[in-house]
């Protein structure tokens, strides 16, 4: 989408919960646990569990985050929002989409665990200074955001970042408050709505 009009060769960009910049992603994703763990934690809700979350996220240098933490951000945020999915912040994956579950889907322990090993064993450090945010004001074609409000892998702040920078006149943002983060998933049809309005405009 950023280099030397690539973008002239489609008709419109769909970002759906984007990995565009990884050192703002990691210091969102902190924020984003502190948060939501605090609010959880009143509400009475997995209290053990966002305790030692919010313990974690606390004890992390978001100045200095290396290639394991960033390991160690995908594997909880997968845990955050299973427990988010038991307590009815997200939706559970609508008949038709794709299901959800602690051990099948998108999101869940088992592909958390094996993402986060993965990402600790196989990149590098350098891959967590990759940061496009800045680039992204290049974009001029039509956009289309979409993302999940409990999206712990992806955060939400990346959406709204995105919105901001690019340089499009033609943009829309749609934040599905049942999702995490797939919201092709939670809220297929709403999402599949927003997808196809955005495709048949152009």
Request: proline fraction near 3%; hydrophobic fraction near 40%.
């Amino acid at each position: 989408m950023v280099t030397a009009g690539l973008q002239y060769n489609l008709d419109g960009w769909i970002e759906a919960d984007g990995a565009h910049d990884i050192p703002r992603l990691n210091k969102a994703a902190i924020e984003k646990f502190k948060s939501e763990a605090k609010t959880q934690i009143t509400l009475g809700n997995n209290t053990s569990n966002w305790e030692g979350i919010l313990i974690w996220a606390n004890a992390i240098d978001t100045n200095f985050i290396t290639n394991e933490n960033g390991g160690d951000i995908n594997k909880k945020a997968g845990e955050a929002e299973c427990w988010l999915l038991e307590d009815n912040f997200i939706q559970a994956g609508e008949e038709g989409g794709i299901k959800n579950s602690l051990l099948f889907g998108p999101t869940n322990l088992l592909t958390s665990t094996v993402t986060g090993i993965q990402m600790s064993n196989l990149l590098h450090n350098e891959v967590e200074e990759v940061a496009l945010t800045n680039e992204l004001k290049k974009v001029t074609i039509p956009t289309l955001i979409l993302w999940g409000k409990y999206d712990f892998v992806v955060p939400p702040a990346l959406a709204y970042d995105a919105f901001k920078t690019i340089s499009s006149t033609n943009k829309k943002i749609v934040i599905f408050e049942k999702s995490g983060h797939s919201p092709m998933d939670n809220e297929w049809e709403a999402f599949t709505k927003e997808v196809t309005i955005f495709i048949e405009a152009l």
